[in-house]
């Protein structure tokens, strides 16, 4: 059973940087593609960054440049450094694990609230 436990989520003034973790098990984590989605009040769900297997990324046009998503397959964590955070950037952030086959995301963590200040 996959398992994905987020952390690294907070208050941070804007201008200011974020690492969250996600940690997942029950997987071989290696072959999973691996993404970070969030979640603001009132707006769906959207995905902010993924990390194929074979290290492809994929970013929102809204945090290009800005956040980088990677991964440890050793320690099986899956890592979004966020920088220059914006308010629009508050939103809970979701880890999200799917093999290549998949359509869609099948396994989620619980979620860490980002709050950004202005």
């Known amino acids: 059973q996959v398992q994905l436990v987020e952390s690294g989520g907070g208050l941070v003034q804007a201008g200011g940087s974020l690492r969250l973790a996600c940690v997942a098990s029950?997987?071989?984590?290696?072959?999973?593609?691996m993404g970070w989605h969030r979640q603001a009040p009132g707006k769906h769900r959207e995905l902010v960054a993924e990390?194929?297997?074979?290290?492809?990324?994929n970013y929102a046009d809204s945090v290009k440049g800005r956040f980088t998503i990677s991964r440890d397959n050793a320690k099986n964590i899956v890592y979004l450094q966020m920088n220059s955070l914006k308010p629009d950037d508050t939103a809970v952030y979701y880890c999200?694990?799917?093999?290549?086959?998949?359509?869609?995301?099948?396994?989620w963590g619980q979620g860490t609230q980002v709050t950004v200040s202005s």
């Open positions: 999200a694990a799917r093999r290549f086959y998949d359509s869609s995301y099948r396994s």
């Open positions: 029950g997987m071989f984590f290696s072959t999973y593609i």
């Open positions: 990390l194929t297997s074979d290290g492809s990324t």
